[in-house]
C-alpha cells in the first residue's frame, strides 16, 4: 500500500524537528504537524528565553562587583519591555530557522493541531493524510494543581511575556525550573520567595549540592520557605493574598508555578488508536521508542522520561535511524546524562549522585571535592562560593559523578561529561594538566578523598 508519507511527526519542537530532517535526509517522505510554534517549548517558552532572562539577571551584581575592578556603572532602572520584547525578537528569528530547516530537509510543515484517525491517518483540520509510521513528539505542558484561586497564578508559558515586571514574586515549586525562576526574579530586582512542599528543593540532585544551592539563594536574598504549600491564592486587584498551610499569609505581585509538566496526550486520539499509556498520561514506549502500536512511535517530554532538549533530540536521531537507514538500531544511554540548572550560581552535573553511588556500590567509593570562594569574589568580597565535587568506584578507579555549583558549572561539566561518557579514571583526571587559573583545573587536582 503506498501512503502520502513514510513519516508523518506531530510537533514541531526539539525532538519532532529533529526526527523529521534526519529522517528526510535519510531519504524518507516526511511532513510534521506543528500547533503552536516552531521549535516547540525549548525554543518559545524554555531554555531559551529562560536562559536569555538569566543573562539579563545577573547585569546587576556585574555592575556591583565591577566598582572592586576600578569601573563604576551609572545603575539605570531595569527596564523590563526592553529585555522581554528583544527576548522574543530573538525568538521569532529562531522560529524562522527552524522553518528554513525543515523546508531544507524537504519537510512538509503541516499547521495545525494533529489527531490520529486510525495508525495510519492523521487529521488536520478537513485533512487526513496517510502515512506508513507515525511518531508522537508533542511534547508537555505546565499544569497548576487543583487549589482555589488557581486562576491566578501563571506558568512559565506566561512569565515569558508578562506586561509588567513584579516587584514581588512567589515561585511555587522545587524542580530546576522554578530555582531558575526564582533566580530570575530575584536578580531583576523582584523580592522573591520561592515555596516548596517538600524539605529541600531539587531532588534527584546530590544532596550537598542542594544544600549549598540553597545557602547561597538564601545569601542573595531568596525567602526559601521548604516544607510549605500553598492552600489558596485570592487577588485583590493587582495584587496576590497566599494562605499558607503554616497559617502564615503572603502578599505578592506574581504567583508562578512550577509544580510540573504533563506528557500533552489529550486529544490526540491515541486511546482511539489504542496506544498505552501510563498514569500521568504518558506514552509508554520500549527500549527503541515504539509504543503499543507498531507503526506509532514516540520521544521527548511526551513519554515522560528525562526532559531536557538534547536527550529529546538525541531520541529523534534514533528514530531517524531505526526506521530509515540499514545500521544497527540504536537507543539513548539514560545514565550518563549531563545537565545544567541556570540558577545563581550555576549548578552542573553528571552521573551518579553520592547517595545513589553509596546505595549501588556501597563501601566502594570514595568522595572527592573542593569548596572555595571563586577568584573574582577576593577583590569583590561577595559572600559567594564555588562547591564542586567527584564520586569515584575504588575498585575500578571510575568517575561516576561530577557535580558542581558555581559560575559556568554549565559549561565546565559538559567538558567532564565527554571524560566519564569515555569512562575516564581518577588517576586520568589526575594525570591531566590544569587550566591556570580557572575554577575547572579544581577538577584535576583533587588528590585526597573527602570521604570514602
Ligand atoms: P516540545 O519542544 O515541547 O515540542 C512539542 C511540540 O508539539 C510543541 O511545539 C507543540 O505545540 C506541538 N504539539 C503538541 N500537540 C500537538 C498536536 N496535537 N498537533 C500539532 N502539534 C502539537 N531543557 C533543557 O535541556 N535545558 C534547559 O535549560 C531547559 N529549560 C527549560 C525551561 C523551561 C521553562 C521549560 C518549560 C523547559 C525547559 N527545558 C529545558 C525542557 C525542554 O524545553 C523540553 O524537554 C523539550 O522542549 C522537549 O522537546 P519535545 O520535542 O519533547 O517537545
Redesign the pocket.
Known amino acids: 500500500m503506498s501512503y502520502d508519507y513514510d513519516l508523518f511527526v506531530?510537533?514541531?519542537?526539539?525532538?519532532?524537528v529533529r526526527a523529521a530532517r534526519m529522517s528526510a535526509g535519510n531519504g524518507a517522505r516526511v511532513a510534521v504537524?506543528?500547533?503552536?510554534?516552531l521549535?516547540?517549548?525549548?525554543v518559545n517558552?524554555?531554555?531559551v528565553p529562560?536562559?536569555l532572562f538569566v543573562y539579563g539577571s545577573h547585569f546587576a551584581e556585574d555592575a556591583e562587583d565591577a566598582r572592586a575592578y576600578g569601573w563604576d556603572f551609572e545603575g539605570g532602572p531595569f527596564d523590563w519591555p526592553r529585555l522581554r520584547d528583544n527576548k522574543t525578537r530573538e525568538i521569532e528569528r529562531l522560529n524562522g530557522i527552524y522553518r528554513n530547516l525543515l523546508d531544507g530537509a524537504g519537510v512538509d510543515i503541516k499547521w495545525?493541531?494533529?489527531?490520529l484517525e486510525d495508525p495510519h491517518h492523521v487529521r488536520i483540520g478537513d485533512e487526513i493524510f496517510s502515512t506508513a509510521s507515525v511518531l508522537i513528539?508533542?511534547?508537555?505542558w505546565?499544569t497548576v494543581p487543583d487549589l482555589p484561586g488557581r486562576e491566578h497564578a501563571i506558568t512559565?508559558n506566561e512569565a515569558f511575556y508578562l506586561e509588567r515586571f513584579p516587584e514581588r514574586a512567589v515561585v511555587v515549586g522545587g524542580g530546576y525550573?522554578g530555582v531558575?525562576f526564582a533566580g530570575i526574579f530575584a536578580g531583576l530586582g523582584a523580592r522573591t520567595t520561592l515555596i516548596y512542599r517538600g524539605a529541600m528543593f531539587l531532588r534527584g540532585f546530590d544532596d550537598e549540592i542542594r544544600e549549598f544551592v540553597a545557602a547561597e539563594l538564601d545569601k542573595k536574598g531568596i525567602d526559601l520557605r521548604f516544607s510549605t504549600q500553598v492552600e489558596s491564592i485570592a487577588a485583590h486587584g493587582d495584587a496576590r493574598h497566599l494562605e499558607l498551610d503554616s497559617g502564615a499569609t503572603l502578599d505578592t505581585d506574581l504567583v508562578l508555578y512550577a509544580t510540573g509538566?504533563t506528557p500533552?496526550t489529550r486529544?490526540?486520539g491515541l486511546e482511539t488508536v489504542g496506544v498505552a499509556l501510563n498514569e500521568r498520561g504518558g506514552v509508554l514506549v520500549d527500549e527503541f521508542y515504539r509504543t503499543s502500536v507498531g507503526n506509532v512511535y514516540a520521544?521527548?517530554?511526551?513519554i515522560d522520561r528525562e526532559?531536557?532538549?538534547?536527550?529529546?533530540i538525541a531520541e529523534g536521531m534514533c528514530i531517524a535511524n531505526n526506521l530509515f537507514t540499514d545500521k544497527p538500531k540504536r537507543t539513548v544511554d539514560y545514565d550518563l546524562i549531563p545537565?545544567?540548572v541556570?540558577c545563581q550560581p550555576n549548578i552542573g552535573t553528571v552521573g551518579l549522585t553520592e547517595a545513589a553511588a553509596r546505595e549501588r556500590f556501597g563501601s566502594d567509593v570514595d568522595v572527592f571535592g573542593a569548596d572555595f570562594k571563586p577568584m573574582k569574589h577576593t577583590l569583590t568580597g561577595r559572600d559567594e562560593r564555588t562547591l564542586m565535587k567527584l564520586v569515584v568506584r575504588r575498585s575500578d578507579d571510575r568517575v561516576i559523578g561530577a557535580h558542581m555549583v558555581g559560575p559556568e558549572a554549565g559549561e565546565i561539566i559538559q567538558g567532564l561529561a565527554v571524560a566519564m561518557t569515555a569512562g575516564a579514571t581518577k588517576e586520568q583526571f589526575d594525570r591531566t594538566i590544569g587550566i591556570h587559573p580557572t575554577a575547572a583545573e579544581e577538577f584535576v587536582t583533587m588528590r585526597q578523598p573527602r570521604s570514602r
Open positions: 506531530i510537533g514541531a519542537g526539539s525532538g519532532g504537524a506543528e500547533g503552536t510554534y521549535g516547540g517549548t525549548c517558552v524554555g531554555c529562560k536562559k495545525g493541531r494533529a489527531v513528539a508533542t511534547g508537555s505546565p512559565s525550573i531558575e509538566r500533552n486529544g490526540l520521544i521527548g517530554d511526551v526532559q531536557l532538549t538534547p536527550v529529546a545537565t545544567a541556570f
